[in-house]
């Protein structure tokens, strides 16, 4: 059953995202306080009645991570006691989704517990984008819808495509990703085999796949420190390609990530506006954004009105 009330809010973490998404939607975004206490602590107030409505609470949990994900948490919560009828969860970037296995001792599944807290807080559903990995999904005991950037990223690249590109995955780990890209783009697929000796630092070892003479484009879901990203295109050059482009959907962006790209090969760097850029990214030359915001729009439409979201899955 269609449910009759739509209403649409957002913490501090992005809301330029969430204002272009409710453009798309032609409704106002719904009137939330957010605040914090002299000690820290987030003081939240919803300042609508959503009494039986369908509510969407879009907010990607990226840096500062414990405050956009607590932010998410609280206004659900807030929205659960306030009798909202359905509340889904919104999170163009799934954060802490890295560690989604127990593969050293004493390590948490990090993934599986954001889960867990997403549904005590009062998630009816997750609408989220690219995944770090797809298996997260069955973590939930509610419904996950799982959009791909994909079709946005490719659009972006099919005007400049040629008959030199050849895509490429910068792990193992990012085969099918990179394999959906080539196959749109009517490219060739390459591996770079690296072996990561601890988090953030990797060492790039061969590449995998003909890239001699060719123009490659590296395909990721995330761009964190850029260190992979750009030993990535320096081995890619030495093994004879004519020239690097890269992709992600998200703009993590930590540390030395925007000089790290500046001072590479790679030739531009292409995101999804899933995180806010920052002014120093947003000042890179080589950096540039395509927006997911009416991807992201047309998929809560669907969820609304309780018809199919795989028309989006192309």
Not at 4 to 26: S, V
Not at 47 to 61: H, K, L, S, Y
Not at 286 to 306: D, G, N, Q, R
Request: with cysteine; net charge neutral.
């Amino acid at each position: 059953m269609m449910h009759d009330r739509i209403q649409i809010f957002t913490g501090t973490a992005h809301p330029a995202l969430a204002n272009e998404i409710c453009a798309h939607l032609g409704i106002a975004l719904g009137n939330a306080d957010v605040r914090q206490f002299a000690d820290g602590e987030i003081r939240l107030q919803i300042n609508e009645n959503v009494r039986g409505a369908d509510v969407f609470v879009i907010q990607p949990t990226c840096a500062p991570v414990e405050r956009n994900l607590m932010e998410l948490l609280l206004m659900m919560d807030a929205l659960k006691r306030a009798s909202a009828e359905r509340i889904t969860a919104v999170l163009p970037y799934y954060g802490y989704a890295r560690q989604d296995r127990k593969d050293k001792p004493r390590v948490p599944i990090s993934a599986r517990l954001v889960a867990a807290v997403l549904e005590t807080a009062g998630a009816s559903r997750v609408l989220t984008l690219d995944l770090h990995a797809a298996q997260i999904q069955g973590f939930f005991d509610i419904p996950v819808d799982h959009l791909f950037a994909s079709p946005v990223m490719i659009e972006h690249f099919r005007g400049g495509a040629s008959a030199d590109w050849t895509v490429v995955s910068p792990d193992a780990g990012g085969v099918e990703r990179a394999r959906a890209f080539a196959k749109r783009l009517n490219a060739p697929l390459a591996i770079i085999d690296k072996r990561r000796e601890e988090a953030n630092v990797t060492e790039v070892m061969n590449v995998v796949g003909h890239v001699r003479g060719r123009h490659c484009l590296l395909v990721d879901d995330l761009i964190d420190t850029a260190g992979t990203l750009v030993k990535g295109a320096e081995a890619l050059i030495k093994n004879g390609a004519s020239g690097v482009s890269a992709c992600a959907s998200h703009a993590v962006l930590s540390g030395p990530a925007v000089p790290r790209i500046e001072e590479s090969a790679l030739q531009e760097v292409v995101f999804t506006n899933s995180i806010p850029l920052s002014k120093e990214a947003q000042a890179s030359k080589k950096i540039k954004s395509v927006s997911v915001a009416p991807l992201l729009a047309e998929a809560i439409k669907s969820i609304h009105e309780e018809t199919s979201v795989s028309v989006l899955f192309i």
